[in-house]
């Protein structure tokens, strides 16, 4: 099937993270098959991580179908571009279709995008997983991939106003080794692939190039910055 949309979502997003001087930095994507099917598990830090870590993919030349809530397929903007795209609408009330879904898509040989977190973290750690993502890859026999994106915070994030016409903010995307889930040692494999994630996002915020200035509130509370800690985000979440 011919892609008509997505080449151009990806030039008008390189084309606005050029005028914004955005700083990309994108490593270790040879981890990324160059084909057949592969989940990449992403860590999960602002609103726009699904476009970096699709970014992170390109590398391998792949295009990821990532999940997301059905609410993104009914806005009358984004879900013709999430359709055209091919993504994966999730219905959290019934989401075994969309399950089979993505692991009918990666029997096919596709990459497919999941944030096992679920929702973005505020504390800027990697918060407790679902499983979906190492139940669907051992059912479909492919590997997964853990990703980071750390920085895109600092332009849109949950708790804080935006600030997408921010220039010069540092962005990194990092992709760790691959590995096989076995199939029924679901929750060992799960809690390994947040150490995975964990570890990438430690890597990721030890080498980023900008301090936080006055107020380091896009710095988790353990490197000394004002994000909750992971307790405090997880009492946040509770309130909605």
């Keep these: 099937m011919a892609e008509l949309v997505y080449p151009p979502v990806v030039a008008a997003c390189k084309t606005m993270f050029r005028v914004l001087d955005i700083k990309l930095d994108i490593g270790d994507t040879e981890h990324v098959p160059r084909q057949g099917g592969a989940v990449i598990a992403c860590t999960h830090v602002s609103y726009l991580d ?30 013709p571009l999430m359709r055209g795209m091919r993504h994966i609408s999730v219905d959290r009330a019934a989401g075994k279709a969309s399950y089979d879904e993505a692991v009918e898509r990666l029997r096919s040989g596709e990459v497919v995008g999941v944030f096992p977190e679920a929702t973005i973290s505020r504390s800027f750690t990697v ?48 992709a760790g080794e691959a590995f096989h889930p076995e199939a029924g040692d679901v929750d060992r494999v799960t809690a390994d692939l947040r150490v995975r994630m964990q570890h990438l996002l430690d890597k990721a915020q030890a080498g980023y190039p900008d301090a936080p200035g006055a107020d ?25």
Excluded: Y
């Excluded at 190492?134 to 708790?159: N, Y």
């Excluded at 380091?216 to 909605?240: I, V």
């Design 127 to 174: 918060k407790e997983l679902k499983s979906g993502s190492v139940r669907m890859a051992a059912e479909a026999g492919v590997p997964i991939v853990p990703m980071t994106v750390w920085g895109s915070q600092r332009l849109w994030t949950k708790g804080r106003p935006k600030n997408l016409t921010q220039r010069h903010v540092p962005v990194s995307i990092m």
């Design 50 to 79: 699904f476009i970096f870590c699709g970014l992170g993919a390109l590398p391998a030349d792949r295009l990821v179908r990532f999940m997301a809530k059905r609410e993104v397929f009914e806005n009358r903007i984004a879900g």
């Design 216 to 240: 380091p509130w896009w710095l988790p509370a353990h490197l000394g910055g004002t994000a909750p800690t992971p307790a405090e985000a997880a009492a946040l979440d509770q309130e909605k």
